[in-house]
């Protein structure tokens, strides 16, 4: 009798455990297994062809970038063939960390300026840079370094001052 208890108290303390690492399992894969790029985020694309030159560099993440890139000869901070390109394991440290996870107005516009971009794209969506899932930072509404240029239920595109 004992050895049934014993059992059923380690098969209990197993399923325990187990359900917890698939809570953590599932969080972790829901941003992989949802839609990327929002509806309204890709309507947002008309604006970008309308009111940008061919060229101009955005502040993006990973999907931000590769959907700018590819359909409007724009370019992004990381995305499409960031890859091969110097550095690169810094670039999207600085995306993910010091752009859309930046403590202050300040530090996300410097790193917006070390790298070139114009523009910042901040999509209503958890952004991808190379590292985690994470909501953008709330510091580009600092009209010191920052003008919103666009909004719709997609995306907000942030001009660098």
């Not at 380690?10 to 839609?35: C, K």
């Amino acid at each position: 009798m004992k050895e049934f208890a014993l059992a059923g108290l380690l098969l209990v303390g197993a399923a325990y455990f187990a359900y917890g690492d698939l809570r953590d399992a599932d969080a972790q894969a829901r941003p992989w297994m949802s839609t990327v790029i929002l509806p309204n985020e890709a309507a947002a694309l008309d604006w970008v062809v309308k009111n940008t030159q061919e060229r101009t560099v955005f502040a993006t993440d990973i999907f931000g970038g590769e959907m700018i890139m590819g359909h409007t000869l724009r370019e992004g901070t990381v995305g499409g063939d960031w890859a091969i390109i110097p550095d690169v394991v810094q670039r999207m440290s600085d995306v993910q960390y010091r752009i859309y996870g930046a403590s202050d107005a300040a530090q996300a516009h410097e790193y917006a300026v070390k790298y070139g971009a114009k523009y910042v794209w901040v999509p209503k969506r958890m952004v991808f840079a190379g590292y985690e899932w994470k909501w953008p930072g709330q510091v580009f509404g600092n009209a010191k370094y920052f003008k919103r240029v666009f909004d719709n239920e997609g995306a907000s595109v942030y001009e660098v001052l």
